[in-house]
Protein backbone atom coordinates (compact mmCIF):
# COMPACT_ATOMS: atom_id res chain seq x y z
CA UNK A 1 0.00 0.00 0.00
CA UNK A 2 1.34 3.44 -1.32
CA UNK A 3 1.46 6.17 1.86
CA UNK A 4 2.60 9.69 2.24
CA UNK A 5 6.67 9.98 1.77
CA UNK A 6 6.64 6.72 -0.04
CA UNK A 7 9.08 6.98 -3.37
CA UNK A 8 6.92 5.80 -6.73
CA UNK A 9 7.11 5.14 -9.64
CA UNK A 10 5.18 6.91 -12.59
CA UNK A 11 3.78 4.76 -14.81
CA UNK A 12 3.29 7.21 -17.60
CA UNK A 13 4.32 10.38 -19.41
CA UNK A 14 3.46 13.62 -18.38
CA UNK A 15 5.28 15.39 -21.74
CA UNK A 16 4.27 18.72 -20.50
CA UNK A 17 6.48 18.74 -16.85
CA UNK A 18 8.96 16.72 -18.69
CA UNK A 19 8.37 13.36 -17.31
CA UNK A 20 8.62 9.54 -18.17
CA UNK A 21 7.32 6.49 -17.01
CA UNK A 22 9.58 5.53 -14.91
CA UNK A 23 10.76 8.86 -13.15
CA UNK A 24 10.48 8.58 -9.94
CA UNK A 25 8.56 11.25 -7.22
CA UNK A 26 7.88 11.40 -3.29
CA UNK A 27 3.89 11.31 -2.49
CA UNK A 28 3.22 14.15 -0.28
CA UNK A 29 -0.38 13.78 0.18
CA UNK A 30 -2.69 10.88 -0.35
CA UNK A 31 -6.22 11.49 -0.96
CA UNK A 32 -9.74 9.52 -0.28
CA UNK A 33 -7.90 6.58 1.35
CA UNK A 34 -5.34 5.95 -1.97
CA UNK A 35 -7.64 6.40 -4.50
CA UNK A 36 -5.05 9.86 -5.50
CA UNK A 37 -1.99 11.19 -4.25
CA UNK A 38 -0.11 14.14 -4.56
CA UNK A 39 3.62 13.47 -5.79
CA UNK A 40 6.07 15.88 -6.22
CA UNK A 41 9.07 15.26 -8.59
CA UNK A 42 12.81 16.80 -8.03
CA UNK A 43 16.02 16.84 -10.08
CA UNK A 44 19.24 14.96 -8.99
CA UNK A 45 19.54 18.67 -7.46
CA UNK A 46 16.27 18.65 -5.39
CA UNK A 47 15.12 21.57 -7.30
CA UNK A 48 11.46 20.54 -7.70
CA UNK A 49 10.08 19.84 -11.44
CA UNK A 50 6.15 19.02 -10.50
CA UNK A 51 4.06 18.69 -7.94
CA UNK A 52 1.19 16.50 -9.42
CA UNK A 53 -2.05 15.10 -8.49
CA UNK A 54 -1.96 11.46 -9.86
CA UNK A 55 -4.01 8.68 -9.49
CA UNK A 56 -3.65 5.50 -8.03
CA UNK A 57 -2.97 3.92 -11.63
CA UNK A 58 -0.60 6.65 -12.39
CA UNK A 59 1.88 5.50 -10.17
CA UNK A 60 3.34 1.91 -8.64
CA UNK A 61 5.24 1.16 -5.63
CA UNK A 62 9.28 1.27 -6.38
CA UNK A 63 10.01 -3.11 -6.60
CA UNK A 64 13.56 -4.28 -4.70
CA UNK A 65 14.80 -5.72 -8.16
CA UNK A 66 14.94 -2.15 -9.98
CA UNK A 67 17.57 -0.17 -10.88
CA UNK A 68 17.75 3.72 -10.55
CA UNK A 69 18.54 5.44 -13.58
CA UNK A 70 19.52 9.52 -14.24
CA UNK A 71 18.55 11.31 -17.46
CA UNK A 72 18.47 14.90 -18.57
CA UNK A 73 14.86 16.75 -18.26
CA UNK A 74 13.67 17.62 -21.28
CA UNK A 75 10.78 19.98 -21.14
CA UNK A 76 7.87 20.24 -24.03
Do not use: C, N, Q
Request: proline share 1%; charged share 30%; hydrophobic share 40%.
Amino acid sequence: MIGELDIVVLSREVPEHGLKAGDLGTVVHSYEGGKAFEVEFVSAVGRTVAVLTLKDSDIREVRGEEILHVRELSRA
